[in-house]
């Protein structure tokens, strides 16, 4: 297992409450990623960080944001959950390189209510 | 605009038989090519992946990909199936030039072993 942690796994939480998602990892990696993945499994880049106070949006729109003070550290927050945030959300991590794999945590279930 | 194609929402294979699971890719340049399995309730774990030299590809539990640069495809092989290989299997590709070093995936294929 790769040291990418994700807290908490699993989430339920009423509409308009503020959450964030915590990511993790102690591997040193500059690059970090959160990716929501959908009911039905793709997988769809939201956010990405080149390193700390480097946050860019990726291809799919979100209402969450990032950020980066800290190397091991790339939390997602929701200023107000709705419904249609109800996803399983998966942060990544990799060095810099273009021939790097891309380390995993075990991802959120988020749900709102 | 770069992206990658799983045909198959699903693989059915009896324990013991050889498994195919296809990808294939449309992107600029030569990109690199990865394998990700993804078991129920967990993150995607690395499989294996091309970056150049031999087009067979050997990565963790026995898989092994082809690349083929003329069909742009790199499907995932396995000799011999286990019922412990039924998971939800991601093909994905990197572009070089992209400064992001973004991973695009496809839709994926579930892979079913039956016993």
């Known amino acids: 297992e790769a040291d990418i942690y994700q807290t908490p796994r699993y989430l339920v939480i009423g509409t308009g409450k503020k959450i964030t998602l915590e990511c993790s990892q102690t591997?040193?990696?500059?690059?970090m990623y959160w990716y929501q993945q959908d009911p039905g499994m793709e997988l769809h880049l939201i956010h990405y960080?080149?390193?700390?106070?480097?946050?860019e949006k990726g291809d799919l729109s979100s209402e969450s944001t990032v950020s980066r003070i800290r190397t091991e550290h790339f939390p997602l927050t929701l200023e107000s959950a709705r419904p249609s945030h109800t996803s399983q959300y998966l942060c990544?991590?990799?060095?810099?390189?273009?021939?790097?794999?891309?380390?995993f945590g075990q991802g959120t279930r988020l749900t709102v209510v | 605009a770069q992206s990658v194609a799983q045909p198959e929402d699903q693989v059915n294979v009896a324990e013991g038989n050889p498994l195919t699971v296809k990808c294939t890719y449309s992107?600029?340049?030569?990109?690199?090519l990865f394998w990700y399995v993804q078991y129920p309730n967990r993150g995607l774990q690395f499989l294996l992946k091309?970056?150049?030299?031999?087009?067979l590809v050997k990565g963790s539990y026995g898989f092994e990909a082809e690349f083929n640069k003329s069909q742009t495809s790199f499907h995932l092989k396995k000799p011999s199936a286990l019922v412990s290989d039924s998971a939800l299997y991601f093909c994905?590709?990197?572009?070089?030039?992209?400064?992001?070093?973004?991973?695009?995936f496809g839709s994926g294929t579930r892979l079913l072993v039956r016993p």
């Open positions: 990544a991590s990799s060095w810099t390189g273009t021939t790097t794999e891309a380390f």
């Open positions: 591997m040193g990696h500059d690059k």
């Open positions: 960080s080149y390193g700390v106070n480097s946050t």
């Open positions: 992107v600029s340049g030569n990109p690199y």
């Open positions: 091309y970056i150049t030299g031999d087009n």
């Open positions: 994905a590709v990197r572009v070089p030039e992209d400064s992001s070093y973004k991973l695009i």
